[in-house]
């Protein structure tokens, strides 16, 4: 769930597991933020290797060999535990 507002996303997913009743159990809740200029919190500028235009579409979008899913994309997700004092001690 993604807004400008944290109280949106709230709300929405609020109304969502209502809907949903006990078909789900939340397990784990991460609130993501943008860190400056589009920075990871090691100061890697992230996503530079991403497609764009046409290229992002074909790259996400499955395609004509799976005709179930043509249209529908999958979603990955990656969770790092940072040990900032260790790095930022780093020359």
């Not at 944290?6 to 860190?35: N, P, S």
């Not at 764009?52 to 994309?73: I, N, Q, T």
């Not at 997700?77 to 790095?87: E, G, P």
């Amino acid at each position: 769930i993604r807004a400008e507002r944290m109280d949106v996303c709230y709300e929405w997913a609020a109304q969502l597991l209502t809907k949903l009743g006990g078909a789900l159990r939340i397990v784990d809740e991460t609130h993501g933020f943008r860190y400056l200029d589009h920075r990871d919190l090691l100061g890697f500028v992230d996503g530079t290797e991403n497609p764009v235009g046409d290229d992002a579409r074909s790259a996400a979008l499955v395609g004509a060999e799976d005709p179930e899913f043509e249209g529908g994309s999958y979603v990955v997700v990656q969770k790092y535990l940072h040990d900032l004092t260790s790095w930022n001690a780093l020359s």
